[in-house]
């Protein structure tokens, strides 16, 4: 783990290639050691945070006021931090009889500050949790006193969570969760707060730093999507080829039960949407036993989205892996007991995460918790069907090598898309979409679903979102288009982006039909559309030539009457 | 530890927070003498110290100190 300093002496570098990103830091203590953190943080995962630092102790002025440092700024992301030693001693001064109150009615000045900031600004707003701290008034009796300061800040944090369930645009940072990690007498120093209002210790910045850092990533759609195991002494204990199905470890004795949680742990994060994929050096049919047959195997295969079990070298077959899937190696994690192994992965696929794994397979799961690789700021349902799609896409890629000719493969296929504007039904999937869409994605714009809903809801707009369905399955909701009003005759393109799940079916050239078909319906006459350049969306790069636009200055326009309908082999559902 | 010595390790420190080579330091030191060694700096220069020396400072001693005599001298006494 970096400390402090490494982080300060990374604001010296060049920060000219990296990503520009405007921060807000409000706290109610001085943060500056803080601010350097996170700034210093941001440059090891490529973000060049600006970051405005409001002085001390103007949390409330900053937001209320409309014409404050913070609104000139403009933030694309507010984080708030107010310190459990502050909230002490607010609690301190209040009347013993109010006591029984205080976390009802400190939500109630968060929750007003927030909806403040949400209706002045589009920000994401961050809050840090409060760490635990228990000032013992009432010894452990104080679990059941509520009016007891440690009774109110566990409330406090758990009406924080509440608070985020309900609003799409504010997150939680668990500051708490790191004092829980490091501990508080890492995590606060008294003699240092006693003479400079610093509430962090040195040894706890990184942490703290990297905790936002991981959350402004996710805002961004760098998330990790997927989880690479190897087998043999990775997710049973033992070589299945050698040991024998009998033999390897797994279950409720000794070492077994390491497995057993962990297999537990990886079956959550299927659960919640990251795509499991096995890549092992084994005979096919002797690694797929225990899934099939050992009554202890948590994992089944029907879990994995993709099973790759041979002889060959791990990196080539993590390339498969990655053409099935279609989505970036940055977004994959590779989980290998054996240091060789890890390191031709890594030698071969740099952008890859391959964590090293400690030696002994009791310290796995600690470990990988540390590492806390799997951030998100989504989730939805159509999140757990993932595996399922994915499996189909191996299906389909199969069926695909018994066609010579691409038409005649597209047309069996039998592909139908349900086509229509954004609805209550379909806002949640197609704002996580915006925020995770990185290769085919036109202009990279993010948006919430409280945008989407705007959106949907505004006459400025018209909006189209597409399902795809095969002879093999529902992929659901894999594509959006918002068009944007520029004047009685022209549309703009606002966003268009697409899943790349459904590449090379012809989705594309169905989608411009479908925007022509409405924009006529509307009376307008031409298209404009707009590439934006990212690190990763060069597979768009000529979209909207190849789809007949003519360039006019940085953008692309297509005359509607001139519009010849691109063929396709979907059906509108 | 001889108070020379330790005079070393305070500068070895200096130097790394500060990230700056160049820094010598006396006895007599005063912060003014110092580029970046400010009230922030400062704190991260207690804690590197508290930390290579294995002490605490208490926030009395902190605030005192008017030059680097004093700051090698707490932490001889502490060291004794």
């Known amino acids: ?573 | 530890m001889e108070k020379k010595e330790i005079l070393l390790v305070l500068q070895a420190i200096f130097r790394e927070v500060l990230d700056d080579e160049n820094i010598v330091l006396s006895e007599e030191t005063v912060s003014n003498d110092i580029e970046g060694w400010d009230s922030l700096t400062h704190i991260q220069i207690i804690v590197a110290i508290e930390q290579h020396f294995k002490i605490k400072f208490t926030s009395k001693e902190i605030l005192s100190w008017k030059n680097i005599d004093e700051m090698l001298h707490s932490i001889c006494e502490k060291k004794v």
């Open chain 1, 1 to 573: 783990m970096l400390v402090f300093n490494d982080l300060k002496k990374n604001l010296k570098k060049d920060l000219s290639k990296l990503k520009k990103l405007r921060l807000a830091f409000l706290g109610d203590t001085a943060t500056q050691f803080i601010a350097q953190a996170i700034k210093g943080m941001g440059v090891e995962y490529h973000l060049d945070i600006d970051l405005f630092e409001a002085d001390f102790n103007q949390i409330d002025r900053q937001i209320f006021d409309p014409g404050s440092e913070l609104y000139h700024f403009d933030p694309e992301v507010v984080l708030i931090f107010e310190s459990s030693h502050k909230l002490l001693q607010k609690y301190n001064k209040t009347a013993p009889d109010t006591r029984r109150q205080f976390a009802e009615s400190t939500i109630l000045s968060v929750r007003e500050k927030v909806s403040v900031l949400q209706e002045r600004t589009k920000s994401k707003i961050i809050f840090c949790n409060y760490t635990e701290e228990d000032d013992r008034a009432f010894g452990q009796y104080a679990n059941k006193v509520a009016a007891s300061f440690i009774f109110q800040l566990r409330k406090l944090n758990f009406l924080l969570q509440e608070s985020a369930v309900q609003t799409t645009n504010l997150y939680i940072c668990d500051l708490s969760a790191i004092q829980n990690t490091i501990g508080r007498e890492r995590f606060w120093s008294a003699s240092i707060y006693t003479h400079t209002e610093m509430v962090v210790s040195i040894d706890a910045l990184p942490d703290f730093a990297l905790s936002v850092v991981r959350i402004v990533q996710s805002f961004q759609g760098q998330l990790k999507k997927c989880l690479i195991l190897d087998l043999d002494n990775t997710v049973w204990g033992g070589v299945i080829g050698d040991d024998g199905i009998e033999n390897i470890q797994i279950g409720q004795l000794g070492i077994g039960k390491v497995f057993t949680e962990f297999q537990y742990w990886i079956k959550k994060l299927q659960q919640r949407g990251i795509i499991i994929a096995v890549c092992s050096k084994n005979t096919a049919s002797i690694a797929k036993e225990p899934f099939e047959k050992h009554p202890d195997m948590v994992l089944k295969l029907s879990d994995i989205a993709v099973f790759i079990a041979d002889w060959d070298n791990k990196a080539d077959n993590i390339r498969k892996i990655q053409q099935v899937l279609n989505i970036g190696f940055d977004s994959m994690v590779f989980l290998d007991d054996n240091p060789f192994e890890r390191s031709i992965v890594r030698e071969n696929i740099p952008q890859i995460t391959v964590p090293e794994l400690p030696e002994d397979p009791a310290l796995y799961l600690d470990y990988l918790y540390g590492l806390n690789l799997f951030e998100t700021i989504s989730y939805s349902n159509e999140d757990s069907q993932r595996t399922q799609q994915y499996q189909k896409e191996a299906e389909r890629l199969v069926f695909q090598e018994s066609f010579t000719n691409e038409s005649d493969f597209l047309q069996g296929l039998d592909m139908r898309s349900d086509t229509k504007s954004f609805d209550s039904f379909t806002v949640p999937r197609i704002a996580q979409l915006s925020q995770r869409s990185n290769q085919f994605n036109l202009r990279t714009v993010r948006y919430t679903e409280d945008d989407i809903k705007r959106i949907a809801q505004s006459d400025k707009y018209l909006t189209l979102s597409f399902t795809l369905e095969d002879k093999f399955g529902d992929n659901g909701l894999i594509c959006a288009v918002i068009l944007e009003k520029q004047d009685e005759k022209s549309l703009f393109i606002d966003t268009w982006f697409m899943s790349c799940r459904v590449l090379k079916r012809g989705m594309e050239s169905y989608v411009l039909n479908a925007i022509v078909d409405l924009a006529k319906k509307n009376g307008f006459t031409t298209l404009l559309g707009e590439y934006i350049a990212t690190p990763k969306n060069e597979i768009v790069k000529d979209h909207y030539k190849s789809l007949g636009f003519q360039p006019k200055g940085d953008l692309w326009k297509l005359d509607i009457d001139q519009y010849e309908r691109n063929s396709n082999y979907i059906l509108k559902k």
